[in-house]
């Protein structure tokens, strides 16, 4: 059974950090992509950071380029997401989702092309 969970949300003030993890279980992580997506209260989802197997490929929103970090750990099965700087613009729920290939160095920024996904973490920010 395909599983992804996430953890790290929270609420934070304004120029706060969180660390988001995915943990998968349930196919080979080694070969699956990652991203990270999220939505706020009446707004559209979001891609926010991208993954290939490749750890070297990663993709940033522009909202969050400079702030967040995704990361990937083949050992614990595990894809992380950084985020520093926070400001109130970021609270939404963050979700992960994977997808398998066989190319090291794609990464799918699209909700559509992803197979499998976790139930969700809320990030708050306020002061």
């Known amino acids: 059974q395909v599983q992804l969970v996430e953890s790290g949300g929270g609420v934070v003030q304004p120029g706060g950090s969180l660390r988001l993890a995915c943990v998968v279980s349930?196919?080979?992580?080694?070969?699956?992509?990652a991203g990270w997506f999220r939505q706020a209260q009446g707004k559209e989802r979001e891609g926010v950071s991208f993954?290939?197997?490749?750890?070297?490929?990663?993709i940033y929103a522009d909202s969050v380029k400079g702030r967040f970090t995704i990361s990937r750990d083949n050992a614990k099965n595990t894809v992380y997401l950084q985020m520093n700087k926070l400001t109130p613009e970021d609270s939404a729920v963050y979700s992960c989702?994977?997808?398998?290939?066989?190319?090291?160095?794609?990464?799918?920024?699209?909700?559509?092309?992803?197979?499998?996904w976790g139930q969700g973490t809320q990030v708050t920010v306020s002061s």
């Open positions: 349930g196919f080979s992580w080694v070969a699956q992509t």
């Open positions: 993954i290939g197997r490749n750890e070297r490929v990663t």
């Open positions: 989702a994977a997808k398998g290939t066989d190319n090291f160095w794609v990464y799918y920024s699209s909700y559509r092309d992803y197979e499998s």
